[in-house]
């Protein structure tokens, strides 16, 4: 599936300029999130994922530059408008103690509300439907942080579907949580996009990203080194360019994506020598 065009974009940068305490991370950046599809976020530690999904989201303002959401440039919509649209799940978010899984999910509801119109059956409605779509509304009344790692999780994602939003950014969903779990979230992730939801994350698990994303955006010292489908992106030699990872990119046995085997020094079978042919 191709990247997607401007006019197709739910969100979009351009010529990006962000950072953190007067250091440059991101500069002269331009990217398009397609519609409808998983586009996950990859490249080594401190490239600068976090901080575009950050910039995405208007947690972070660029210096120079526009972050596009639907068309119109995010810097002049309101907090709220941006909240209703767009949903963000940050890295180990954490929750009041004490506070139940039903009213975190609530909190998913605060842009919905003003002085004007307060909490009706309608948000109650929605706050219940979240919870089904996540698998979790037997949890509702269980604190938040009685529980597990990967339930958790569906619980914060259930808060991001309560704000009504069909754009989801997701930074490293599956931190902390074991193989078992992390499939089971990035399964939850695919069927939401399946219902028609644009899912934006960042992720370090080559292979997880691989597996569950349409689109696939490369970074390297803050700039995008390849972005599109994960058949047309991942090989051999990007891989070495961007992580500095020797590796075997071959077809997946269980599914229609590429699988990253890493070569390291230890348990790597040697080439084979190369036949010799003798002439009579």
Not at 42 to 61: A, D, H, V
Not at 250 to 278: K, W
Request: aromatic share 2%; with cysteine.
């Amino acid at each position: 599936m191709a990247s997607g065009g401007e006019d197709a974009a739910r969100l979009a940068t351009r010529d990006v300029r962000v950072g953190y305490g007067g250091r440059t991370v991101i500069d002269g950046l331009d990217v398009t999130i397609p519609p409808r599809v998983i586009t996950t976020i990859i490249g080594p530690n401190g490239c600068g994922k976090s901080t575009l999904l950050r910039t995405l989201s208007r947690l972070l303002r660029p210096a120079r530059g526009t972050v596009v959401l639907d068309g119109q440039d995010m810097a002049r919509l309101r907090t709220r408008d941006v909240a209703r649209k767009l949903g963000l799940l940050p890295q180990a978010p954490v929750a009041p103690e004490g506070l139940t899984v039903a009213d975190l999910v609530a909190r998913g509801r605060h842009p919905h509300q003003s002085w004007l119109r307060q909490w009706s059956s309608d948000d109650a409605a929605v706050v219940q439907r979240a919870l089904a779509m996540t698998g979790v509304p037997d949890l509702a009344d269980r604190p938040v942080d009685s529980l597990s790692g990967g339930q958790r999780q569906r619980v914060w994602i259930s808060m991001t579907l309560a704000q009504g939003t069909d754009l989801l950014l997701l930074d490293e969903p599956t931190t902390y949580l074991d193989l078992a779990h992390a499939i089971d979230v990035l399964d939850l992730v695919d069927d939401l996009h399946e219902s028609g939801c644009t899912v934006v994350m960042v992720l370090h698990d080559l292979n997880l990203a691989t597996r569950y994303s349409d689109n696939l955006v490369v970074m390297k010292d803050g700039s995008i080194l390849a972005q599109g489908h994960p058949r047309d992106v991942i090989t051999a030699e990007l891989l070495h360019d961007a992580f500095g990872l020797q590796a075997k990119v071959i077809d997946d046995p269980v599914g229609d994506r590429p699988l990253v085997v890493p070569i390291g020094r230890a348990h790597v079978q040697p080439a084979p020598e190369p036949a010799h042919v003798t002439s009579n």
